[in-house]
Structures are given as C-alpha cells and as structure tokens.
C-alpha cells in the first residue's frame, strides 16, 4: 500500500497535493495510507485535470486536519473521495466519518479558542513570548489570526510541537519547546534570551494552513483600528488556575450562552491589590482576559502614573461573562442584573478567598454596590478606604469606562488625575 508522507502535523498543503493527486490517478481510500514524516515526505506526481469539492468539506477538513488523532488525514481523504464520485457526503448527517470529523473539528475550534484564552506572554525584550501546551495542532492556524489582529506586535508562541513567530516579516513557524524546558516565566525569558534569535532564524513559512475562525462564522475579531491591548505578563496560581479552567464551563447563569467564553481574573499569586471591574467589555470576552480594551488601556496608563505595577495587581470583575445587547453588527454593553452577579460571585470569592489581597479596589458603582451590599454614591465614598461586611479593606473610586465617557477635555482630564489619585491612595495604603 502506497504512504504518503506529509512534511508535518499539520502539513495542510501536503495534504491537499496528494489528496488531488490520489483522486485524479484514481486512487481510493482503502489503498493508501499517511503518515508524518518530512524525511520521506515527496510532492505527489503530477496529475491532469480537476475536480471540485463543496467549500464546506474543505472548512470541515482544515479544521479536522488540526486535531491530534492519527487517523485524521485518511479519514478527511474518504469524504474527498466519496464527494468527488458525487456521494451527498455532507448531506447525510448520520455518516459515521462525517461525523467524527465533525467532532475533530470542533474540538480543533474549542481547543484553538483556549489557546487564545489562555495564552500569556511575557515581555522579552520587546518581543511577548508565549509558552502553551495545546490540546490538538492548532497553533499555525492560531498565529495566522493572532498575526493579522495584531500584526504590530512582535510575538512568539512557543508549543511543545512547534513555535510561531510574526513581526514585519509575517508569521513563521519553526521548532517548538518541550514543557521541562520552560517550568516558570524566569526559564521562559532566559530561554529566550539563549535561543531566542536560533528559534527565529529556523523558522519557515508553515503549512498553508488558514487562519484559524476563516472558515467559521465570523466572531468579534477586535476592530483592525484599535490599538493593541496592552497585555501583561502574568503566571497563574495553580489553584487559581484550576479554577480558571472550572469557571470556563461555568453556565451558573444565563450570561454564558451569549459571551463567547469566560473571562476570568489574573495577575500573581500575591498580588499588592486587587481591582474589581463590572464585568468582561466587548475585546475582553474575545481575548478572554480582564481589562484588555479601551477601558483596560487607560486602566494601565492611571497605574502606571500611581506608580502600580499591573503585575503585580490581580485584575479581575465582578461579573465573569460580557453581557450585551446587538444593534446592528456591534455588540453594546449591558449592565449585570443582581441575579447574575449572585451568580457570578462564587468565582469573585474563591480568587478573594486564595489571594486575600491587603486591599480591594472596586472600580465603579457596580462593582461597589456588589461587594459593600448597598447602594454606593462613587463621588460620595471613593478614594478612602472602607470596611466590607466581610472587613476586609476596600477603596471605591470610578470605573475607566467612565472616565472615557466624559465629554469635554478639561473635565476629562479633572476626573482622570482624580482617577489616578485615587488608585494613589490605595497604593499608600497596601505598601
Ligand atoms: N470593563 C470592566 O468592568 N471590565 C473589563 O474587564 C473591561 C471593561
């Protein structure tokens, strides 16, 4: 039996040169085999002529080619084959191979939103690098789209199976880096530092793969014409971690459905504060972390001018979904309803009760209202620090998003330097 040997995991391009070529010398599934292997791997001989197959077996098929299962590349070659001869393949929803490959792929689209959830970098020398395990292969597809809403970032992901980098000269793909090798984000930066530049000058043009989401309904890719969130380094606490992973199954309420996924706190394990937000904005719930969008960018300018390391601040909100309404293709924010912030103060407590920070700053009446159990007047209450019911220690001030929503420049600037103040206060008081 013939075997084709493609040059990767997800050697899509090989993948497809050799499925055009089987089908047009008219070899048939049960004939041939695949493997990965570079070393063997041969461009398939030349064929003449060609035959179409709907867009929507090859959408299924670039996705399924992601997942980690052996028998992926024949499994996507039989529906080829059967849709080449004419067989309704994707009309007959109770085929059995159509159906696993339905279940590759979604579990290749799962997997590849994680990744983009839960990725953190670290600023290495102007470059963020990332380190990530991922479930199934999707790193290639998942730095193409990284690298297009993004391309001004200079990135490296690196993976067990394989790196990405993109800068001016566009994505690359090269070796990866196995899990023993990067233990915690010091060996990560120092590992860069060693082998950065080598990691760089191997890599290479990839698979052909397309960005990750193209075949898929589009999302809420971030406005092209927004700046870069800025995003910081952060190391998860294991336990907190965990329940990171717990809280991105969470359907505790309604808000779930809509959101497209969880986006939970993050900063260090002991961190100097803890500042609490309403809930997760439009670029939050796309990017899956806390205080990314604009609201977050000014966030970051008001820290760092209080003289607050956002790295070491855990940064989370009080409602963990992006509740909104659509109008037209935008999606508009919508404030959490007390059933849903009930709901949702199971994970504000456990990231409490695991960090128990030396104090809490509750960025606008929202999240003020959640955790002192009344209705707070922000101008009245903030920038001092007062009880929770609880006693822990905690300092009101406004929310970012207020601060982008005053109209004129000098108001604006009044009540940005009061901002700043204000988180100046809290910075006294946790030392
Ligand atoms: N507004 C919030 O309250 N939280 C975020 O994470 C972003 C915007």
Request: aromatic share 8%; net charge neutral.
């Amino acid at each position: 039996m013939p075997i084709i040997a493609l040059r990767g995991e997800t050697d899509w391009d090989g993948w497809r040169a050799a499925v055009r070529a089987l089908v047009l010398t008219g070899i048939p599934p049960e004939a041939v085999g695949f493997t990965v292997d570079p070393a063997r791997h041969a461009p398939p001989p030349e064929a003449a002529g060609g035959f179409a197959v709907p867009r929507a077996l090859i959408a299924l098929a670039a996705q399924a080619i992601q997942a980690r299962d052996p028998g992926r590349f024949a499994l996507l070659y039989d529906l080829v084959w059967r849709a080449h001869a004419g067989a309704p393949v994707l009309e007959d929803r109770a085929d059995p191979a159509l159906r696993r490959a339905g279940r590759l792929a979604y579990a290749v689209r799962a997997e590849a939103h994680r990744m983009r959830a839960a990725l953190r970098y670290l600023d290495a020398e102007g470059r963020w690098v990332g380190w990530y395990a991922p479930r199934h292969f999707v790193l290639e597809a998942n730095a193409r789209l990284l690298a297009q809403w993004f391309p001004d970032r200079p990135t490296s992901i690196l993976t067990p199976d394989a790196g990405a980098h993109w800068d001016a000269a566009g994505p690359r793909f090269g070796p990866g880096v196995a899990a023993a090798a990067v233990p915690d984000d010091a060996a990560l930066v120092g590992l860069w530092a060693n082998f950065g530049a080598e990691l760089l000058a191997t890599a290479g043009p990839g698979f052909g793969l397309p960005p990750a989401e193209v075949f898929e309904e589009p999302r809420h890719a971030p406005d092209a014409a927004r700046p870069f969130p800025v995003v910081l380094p952060v190391a998860l606490d294991p336990d907190l971690a965990a329940a990171a992973e717990d809280a991105a199954g969470c359907a505790r309420c309604p808000l779930a459905g809509p959101a497209t996924q969880t986006v939970f706190g993050e900063g260090p394990a002991a961190p100097r504060l803890m500042l609490i937000g309403e809930q997760a904005g439009d670029q939050e719930d796309v990017i899956g972390r806390p205080f990314v969008g604009p609201a977050g960018q000014l966030l970051d300018r008001a820290l760092e001018e209080a003289g607050i390391d956002r790295r070491a601040v855990w940064v989370s909100n009080v409602v963990k979904h992006f509740k909104f309404t659509w109008q037209g293709k935008r999606r508009l924010h919508q404030t959490p309803q007390a059933a849903e912030i009930e709901a949702c103060r199971f994970w504000l407590d456990v990231e409490r009760v695991r960090l128990r920070p030396p104090l809490l700053v509750l960025l606008g009446a929202t999240a003020a209202r959640a955790l002192l159990g009344r209705a707070v007047t922000v101008g009245r209450e903030r920038g001092r620090v007062l009880r929770l019911p609880d006693g822990a220690p905690a300092l009101v001030t406004v929310h970012p998003s207020f601060l982008l929503r005053v109209p004129d420049a000098a108001a604006q600037a009044r009540e940005y330097a009061a901002f700043v103040a204000d988180l100046r206060v809290a910075s006294g008081y946790a030392g």
